[in-house]
């Protein structure tokens, strides 16, 4: 079965710095997609960057970017300046096929 | 694009009673869509997937009795809580995959604002 890891519950970060969240997961899939949303208080998930398994590019979205290492099975966001909005629970997930399981999640805290 | 609306916001209910939420993809074909329950500070655990015009499928310990689904049409699925008791308060999020539109992602997974459900 696919897991999907997050190994940090919570993670700091000072205003306009950069910060590196952690994801791992496990497959034996070759194509597939890897995502990062975004829960902020409000609790509506929003869809902050997507990468297909396929493409060695990695994703970027304005001050959002992936580290995707697809041999190592690891898929790291990277969030620049970041900004006091960027507070909020950051999910790691993948999909393949039916199949589309979400990581445990970091509480990501932004300090002015 | 990819906008989903989920109705009511908030909910409260006497136990015994049946409560149904909804779930519209507004500017999009939903071939495929997802059901799941979030506990405070956790992730989310996905309660069922509904394909339109086909029955559910519901992960294992799910009671397909208790919480009903119906994926009507390719924008509306409903999940109804029959007879609710307090341990069914819990907060309940759609999703909905895209289908054919073209331009969008098939694999990528849009998110309703989601539903408190308070069980007195």
């Known amino acids: 079965a696919q897991t999907v890891t997050q190994s940090q519950p919570e993670m700091s970060v000072q205003e306009a710095e950069t910060v590196t969240l952690s994801c791992t997961y496990d497959?034996?899939?070759?194509?597939?997609?890897l995502f990062w949303y975004k829960q902020p208080p409000s609790r509506q998930m929003i869809l902050v960057i997507r990468?297909?398994?396929?493409?060695?590019q990695n994703a970027t979205e304005n001050r959002f970017s992936v580290n995707f290492q697809k041999a190592a099975k690891s898929f790291s966001l990277k969030i620049s300046d970041s900004q006091l909005g960027d507070a909020a629970m950051y999910f790691c997930?993948?999909?393949?096929?039916?199949?589309?399981?979400f990581g445990p999640g970091t509480r990501l805290s932004v300090l002015p | 694009g990819a906008v989903v609306s989920q109705h009511p916001s908030r909910v409260i209910c006497k136990s015994g009673t049946s409560v149904k939420i909804e779930c519209r993809s507004l500017d999009f074909q939903a071939t495929t869509m997802f059901w799941y329950r979030q506990f405070p500070k956790k992730s989310l655990m996905l309660m069922a997937t509904?394909?339109?015009?086909?029955?559910?499928?519901?992960e294992q310990g799910v009671e397909k009795d208790k919480f009903l689904i119906n994926h009507a049409s390719l924008t509306l699925s409903t999940l109804t809580v029959t007879s609710a008791h307090p341990e069914d308060s819990s907060f309940y999020i759609c999703?909905?995959?895209?289908?054919?539109?073209?331009?969008?992602?098939?694999?990528?997974?849009?998110f309703g604002p989601g539903t408190r459900l308070t069980v007195l």
């Open positions: 990468q297909e398994a396929y493409k060695q």
């Open positions: 509904s394909n339109e015009g086909s029955k559910a499928t519901y």
């Open positions: 997930a993948y999909s393949y096929g039916q199949n589309f399981v």
């Open positions: 999703s909905a995959r895209v289908g054919s539109k073209t331009g969008t992602s098939r694999d990528t997974q849009y």
């Open positions: 497959t034996s899939e070759s194509d597939y997609y």
